[in-house]
Nanobody
């Protein structure tokens, strides 16, 4: 069974940091684009960042540029999202995803169950 499992979410004050991790099992994702989406209450699920298989090409949505850093470790079948200078508007459920498209879309092949990130003002 293929699974993506996120961890690292939580409650943090504005200006703080969190590091999200996503571990994959059931298949290797070294040939897949991987990334992070987020969904705030009452809103659509939006792409945050995508990283290509080698890690050499990265895409960030404008609202997180300079604050978030995506990385991956193919040996560990994992992808990470370092989130710094967090803002209350970053509050959302964050989802890990993997797929073949660039950048990733909401129709990506594989999804995690999500981890809640809450930023207090």
């Amino acid at each position: 069974q293929v699974r993506l499992v996120e961890s690292g979410g939580g409650l943090v004050q504005a200006g703080g940091s969190l590091r999200l991790s996503c571990g994959a099992s059931g298949r290797t994702f070294s040939g897949y684009n991987m990334g992070w989406f987020r969904q705030a209450p009452g809103k659509e699920r939006d792409l945050v960042a995508t990283i290509n298989p080698s890690g050499g090409t990265i895409y960030y949505v404008d609202s997180v540029k300079g604050r978030f850093t995506i990385s991956r470790d193919n040996a560990k079948n994992s992808v990470y999202l370092q989130m710094d200078s967090l803002k209350p508007e970053d509050t959302a459920v964050y989802y890990c995803a993997a797929g073949r498209s660039w950048p990733l879309t909401s129709t990506s092949d594989y999804w995690g169950q999500g981890t809640q990130v809450t930023v207090s003002s």
